[in-house]
C-alpha cells in the first residue's frame, strides 16, 4: 500500500510561480514511477508530467519549459515546480504512483491562476 499527500497548491497571479510537493510512503519509493496529473472543471484529467528513475521525463507540451518534475528519494518527495503560470493550468494537481502494477493516487491539491 502506497499513501500519497499532496502539498502547495493555492492561488497564484498569471506569471507567478508555485511549487507543489507530493510525500509518499512505502519502503519501495526509489522505484516508483511518479506523476503529476490535473483536472480542470468539467474536463478529464491529463498528464501533467512523469519521472521514472531519475532522468525518464515526460511532459505534457502544454507545460514544456514551464514546469519541472523532480523527485527526492531520500525524502520519499515528488516535486512539480510551475513557473510562467497561466490561467489554464487552474485545476486540481494529483500526485500519482505505480508501483508492483498497482496505480495510487493522492487527495489532490487546487492550483488557481488568477488576477
Known amino acids: 500500500q502506497v499513501q500519497l499527500a499532496e502539498s502547495g497548491g493555492g492561488l497564484v497571479q498569471p506569471g507567478g510561480s508555485l511549487r507543489l510537493s507530493c510525500a509518499a510512503s512505502?519502503?519501495?519509493?526509489?522505484?516508483?514511477?511518479l506523476g503529476w496529473f490535473r483536472q480542470a472543471p468539467g474536463k478529464q484529467r491529463e498528464l501533467v508530467a512523469r519521472?521514472?528513475?531519475?532522468?525518464?521525463?515526460t511532459y505534457a507540451d502544454s507545460v514544456k519549459g514551464r514546469f519541472t518534475i523532480s523527485r527526492d528519494n531520500a525524502k520519499k518527495t515528488v516535486y512539480l515546480q510551475m513557473n510562467s503560470l497561466k490561467p489554464e493550468d487552474t485545476a486540481v494537481y494529483y500526485c500519482?504512483?505505480?508501483?508492483?502494477?498497482?496505480?495510487?493516487w493522492g487527495q489532490g491539491t487546487q492550483v488557481t491562476v488568477s488576477s
Open positions: 519521472i521514472a528513475g531519475s532522468t525518464a521525463i
Open positions: 500519482n504512483a505505480i508501483y508492483a502494477g498497482v496505480v495510487y
Open positions: 512505502g519502503s519501495f519509493f526509489s522505484i516508483y514511477i
